[in-house]
């Protein structure tokens, strides 16, 4: 089972896919170039079907039970109302457009060569069909209207999961598509769920960090501050990004360098796996080195790794390095 930043991170991308593929065959269908087979995309009684995913995603994250002990509030439970509406609403949709292009068509051909013992059962075949278009464009305004009805609500719902890092980044990396659902925009979609744009680039950047995408981090910490985000808060733990992605490219010497600039900043007492990981990679630089050739950068890497607080002593790191 995934974790639950996860999980809703799934939501969501089911549901801006749902919300897109659901103009565009609506729109395909007001053009009258809609085929059935097309639906299938969108709706049916299975993971194949972008809605069928979204409903079963929700029901298993929003339903007393179905995660383990979490119990969801009110503005989730909801949410996965409104998600299992729309579900049986397009399903409905579905099966009157079925009627109408699909069987319609086949009953009128057997009506053709039947003979008029049947009559009366084709007069009720037709009188269903005749309703049909009726209930397809009915049907039409209410999709219409509960998808984007929903989606508001996944923006009421988002602000309660602001601490969720993973959303955070995944709303960033798709900021088209979030735009074209959201008529907000990125930006004030990130206000809405942070206070302010920057934080939300903030956390998108520390989840990078913490999971160990270090280009990425130091990208958007720089993006946050380049937007008002504190620099006497951003600059170290960014230093830290670059500090980490110089060890993993071989650029020891940088490495050492923003790495005690994140150490210096107070960052280890608050970051403690942060801290770990630093520390893992420093204890690791002496064994990648000459060490007559880099003595002064191993013996700097050493005093750093020591003032991360709980590493190795110097001797420990010594024997480390032979």
């Not at 579905?94 to 292009?101: G, L, V």
């Not at 270090?214 to 946050?224: D, G, L, M, S």
């Not at 940088?254 to 005690?260: G, K």
């Not at 060490?291 to 991360?308: F, M």
Request: proline share 2%.
């Amino acid at each position: 089972m995934p974790s639950v930043e996860a999980a809703l991170v799934d939501i969501v991308r089911e549901f801006l896919t749902a919300h897109q593929l659901m103009r565009s065959l609506f729109a395909r269908y007001r053009d009258e170039t809609l085929e059935f087979a097309e639906l299938a995309q969108l709706i049916s009684d299975d993971e194949q079907s972008v809605l069928f995913r979204l409903k079963e995603r929700c029901h298993s994250l929003f339903r007393v039970g179905e995660y383990g002990d979490r119990v969801p509030d009110h503005r989730e439970a909801l949410f996965d109302l409104a998600v299992g509406s729309l579900f049986h609403e397009a399903m409905s949709f579905r099966e009157n457009f079925y009627q109408r292009e699909v069987y319609g068509p086949r009953m009128r051909a057997l009506r053709s060569e039947a003979g008029a013992e049947a009559e009366a059962l084709f007069g009720e075949f037709e009188r269903i069909l005749a309703s049909v278009s009726d209930r397809l464009s009915n049907g039409l305004q209410e999709v219409d209207g509960l998808i984007d009805r929903t989606r508001d609500q996944l923006g009421v719902l988002l602000v309660d999961h602001a601490a969720n890092g993973h959303l955070s980044r995944y709303l960033i990396e798709n900021e088209d598509l979030v735009g074209r659902v959201f008529d907000e925009g990125l930006e004030r979609l990130l206000s809405s769920i942070h206070g302010s744009a920057e934080l939300g680039y903030e956390s998108a950047a520390l989840s990078y960090l913490r999971s160990g995408y270090y280009t990425e981090a130091e990208a958007t910490f720089a993006e946050a501050m380049r937007r008002g985000g504190d620099p006497t808060t951003l600059e170290p733990k960014s230093a830290y990004a670059a500090g980490m992605r110089a060890f993993l490219n071989g650029d020891y010497t940088a490495s050492v360098e923003r790495l005690r600039a994140w150490g210096q900043a107070g960052e280890p007492d608050r970051e403690r796996r942060l801290a770990s990981v630093a520390a893992a990679a420093l204890s690791r630089i002496g064994k990648f080195l000459d060490a007559e050739e880099h003595a002064a950068l191993i013996e700097e890497a050493g005093r750093v790794l020591e003032s991360l607080g709980g590493a190795p002593s110097a001797e420990g790191y010594a024997a480390s390095a032979d």
